[in-house]
């Protein structure tokens, strides 16, 4: 029910303060936060007081504003995300084991990329790519690798949303949509310097019983890394033991020939 002059209710300005929060401005004064929020200023500092009474924001001695810890509890008790990244987290590790770069688990949310587990090395190239942190579909093996695993009305809907998708992969000449067809030919994505110049990225889908995709799992590696076809199967087998984890394929199936058996996954280091 809409209880301000604006028409928008209080719940959709809690949404709206919340929301303010990303990865480029963790925190902010209540100033600048009215005004991401598009929230009236006397209204914003008395929300900012409530919200921080109940914890779902902390205030600063220096005036900041910035999430607070109640929503890290409540996001972590009953969340499919978390769900999802704690059934993964087994095959994760063993991937990163052979990779020792950037093991990265992510799911396709509001048009964006949403990363919810990463696993990293201390000599892992740079990636720019955080946990809870979002990238464009179109610029990283993750998303593409979903999108291409997605109905084709889907497909369709974010070009119509996203034309700049074309544009931004070749500036030349790109057949976006001839692209995904490729992709789920191959079964994987991978992507050289797209979001940073000197990596490549490389992910498979995680697939429902629908046959499209639920998540992506890849991996990010030095530009030129060696061998990179051989980490395929890998990344396929860790997909494969996902979706069987989290109940998308039954616990008897058996995964296809092409595919490394997980307890197998470790000899990926002498290819």
């Known amino acids: 029910m809409a209880n301000s002059r604006s028409g928008d209710s209080m719940l959709e300005r809690f949404v709206r303060i919340l929301s303010s929060f990303d990865a480029t401005k963790s925190s902010m004064t209540v100033a600048s936060l009215s005004r991401r929020a598009d929230v009236p200023l006397a209204t914003a500092y008395r929300l900012v007081d409530e919200m921080a009474r109940h914890e779902l924001l902390s205030k600063e001695p220096n005036g900041q504003v910035r999430l607070g810890l109640r929503l890290w509890e409540l996001a972590n008790r009953s969340s499919p995300a978390v769900d999802m990244a704690q059934a993964a987290m087994p095959f994760m590790e063993d991937i990163q084991s052979v990779v020792r770069q950037h093991t990265q688990l992510a799911i396709l949310k509001d048009d964006d990329v949403l990363v919810i587990e990463r696993l990293s090395s201390r000599t892992s190239v740079v990636n720019q790519a955080k946990i809870a942190g979002r990238m464009p579909v179109h610029r990283t093996a993750l998303g ?128």
């Open 144 to 271: 593409m690798v979903q999108l291409a695993y997605s109905p084709n009305h889907v497909q369709e809907s974010y070009l119509t949303r996203h034309p700049e998708a074309v544009a931004s992969v070749d500036a030349v000449s790109f057949d976006f949509r001839r692209h995904l067809v490729e992709i789920r030919k191959r079964g994987y994505a991978a992507f050289d310097g797209r979001v940073d110049t000197d990596t490549t990225g490389l992910a498979v889908p995680v697939l429902g019983r629908s046959g499209h995709a639920i998540a992506a799992i890849g991996v990010v590696l030095p530009l030129g890394f060696e061998n990179l076809q051989s980490l395929v199967p890998v990344l396929m087998a860790g997909a494969r033991g996902i979706a069987r984890a989290v109940g998308e394929i039954p616990s008897g199936t058996e995964a296809p020939p092409s595919q490394f058996p997980l307890n197998e996954i470790g000899k990926a280091d002498r290819l």
